[in-house]
């Protein structure tokens, strides 16, 4: 099993910046890929950046693109979404995420399904006020 555990959400202003972390354990062999998602009340989960392990194959959804970055540091075994220029529209819960490496090499359409991720963290709010 993979552990995942976030951190670093919170109450922020529209335009301020928060970064999330996620930090994975136990047999993180089992994934090569990370992922962010978000879920706002009444709301599907939606995709919001992958990334490898290796760095390489970064995705973003379209409205946090130019805002968002996600990145990955190996030795700490923890990937972080750095969100800025926040909007009261991103006010969600994040939920790090990661796809047993048994599925394969992910396509550009599957790698953005939540249905394709087999271990999540328990989420952490981020509320955006106007």
């Known amino acids: 099993q993979v552990q995942l555990v976030e951190s670093g959400g919170g109450l922020v202003q529209a335009g301020d910046s928060l970064r999330l972390s996620c930090e994975a354990s136990?047999?993180?062999?089992?994934?090569?890929?990370m992922g962010w998602f978000r879920q706002a009340p009444g709301k599907e989960r939606e995709f919001v950046a992958t990334?490898?392990?290796?760095?390489?194959?970064?995705y973003y959804e379209d409205s946090v693109k130019g805002r968002f970055t996600i990145s990955i540091d190996n030795a700490k075994n923890t990937v972080y979404l750095q969100m800025n220029s926040l909007k009261p529209e991103d006010t969600a819960v994040y939920y790090c995420?990661?796809?047993?490496?048994?599925?394969?090499?992910?396509?550009?359409?599957?790698?953005?399904?939540?249905?394709?991720?087999?271990?999540w963290g328990q989420g952490t709010q981020v509320t955006v006020s106007s």
């Open positions: 136990g047999r993180t062999s089992r994934t090569n890929t």
């Open positions: 990334i490898r392990w290796s760095g390489a194959y970064i």
């Open positions: 995420a990661a796809p047993s490496v048994s599925r394969g090499m992910l396509s550009f359409q599957r790698i953005r399904s939540r249905y394709e991720y087999d271990f």
